[in-house]
Antibody
Framework: EVQLVESGGGLVKPGGSLRLSCAAS????????MNWVRQAPGKGLEWVSS????????YYADSVKGRFTISRDNAKNSLYLQMNSLRAEDTAVYYC?????????WGQGTMVTVSS | DIQLTQSPSFLSASVGDRVTITCRAS??????LAWYQQKPGKAPKLLIY???TLQSGVPSRFSGSGSGTEFTLTISSLQPEDFATYYC?????????FGGGTKVEIK
């Protein structure tokens, strides 16, 4: 079964750090660009970051540039998002998604809450 | 950055209605546009890519059209399971922005 499963979300204080993981199965992970998308409570979708299949190309939204780092381990079929200097406005459900024709496969999401 | 403007932001319709949602890009994006459906508490689901190509497994009542700066998503006959929020997304350039969403509710 084609699947993406996120983990690592939780409650963190402003200024803190968190590392999200996304485990892929059922498809050739190493051939796919991967992405993080977030959704604040009651709000729309916001693209966060993308990484190419070989990690050669990486892109970030201005809202997270310099604070978040996307990475991947093709040997482990895993995608990561290191989030530092977290702010209240980073509170959201974070989804990983694979890039095929578009964002074809999505995980179920992991909730990140930034609050004191 | 390319901005995507969806209209309407909210739509009330009945089962069997034909529904059209518009997505306008702030600059030309050729056909690099996708449409997603999202139900409460669930991840988005890809419906259409390349502006008009139906994703495998998506019912044929969904269709997409357009190129350049103006795009539409049409549901030919609204079904109960179609009540959801719909988003467009451009994949022409980074950042891969999303539209603000259109919530389709039961009249």
């Amino acid at each position: 079964e084609v699947q993406l499963v996120e983990s690592g979300g939780g409650l963190v204080k402003p200024g803190g750090s968190l590392r999200l993981s996304c485990a892929a199965s059922g498809f050739t992970f190493s051939s796919c660009g991967m992405n993080w998308v977030r959704q604040a409570p009651g709000k729309g979708l916001e693209w966060v970051s993308s990484i190419s299949s070989s990690s050669s190309y990486i892109y970030y939204a201005d809202s997270v540039k310099g604070r978040f780092t996307i990475s991947r381990d093709n040997a482990k079929n895993s995608l990561y998002l290191q989030m530092n200097s977290l702010r209240a406005e980073d509170t959201a459900v974070y989804y990983c998604a694979s890039l095929g024709h578009a964002f074809d496969i999505w995980g179920q999401g992991t909730m990140v809450t930034v609050s004191s | 950055d390319i901005q995507l403007t969806q209209s309407p932001s909210f739509l009330s319709a009945s089962v069997g209605d034909r529904v059209t949602i518009t997505c306008r890009a702030s600059q030309g994006i050729s056909s690099y546009l996708a449409w997603y459906q999202q139900k409460p508490g669930k991840a988005p689901k890809l419906l259409i890519y390349a502006a008009s190509t139906l994703q495998s497994g998506v019912p044929s009542r969904f269709s997409g059209s357009g190129s350049g700066t103006e795009f539409t998503l049409t549901i030919s006959s609204l079904q109960p399971e179609d009540f959801a929020t719909y988003y467009c997304q451009q994949l022409n350039s980074y950042p891969h922005t999303f539209g603000g969403g259109t919530k389709v509710e039961i009249k």
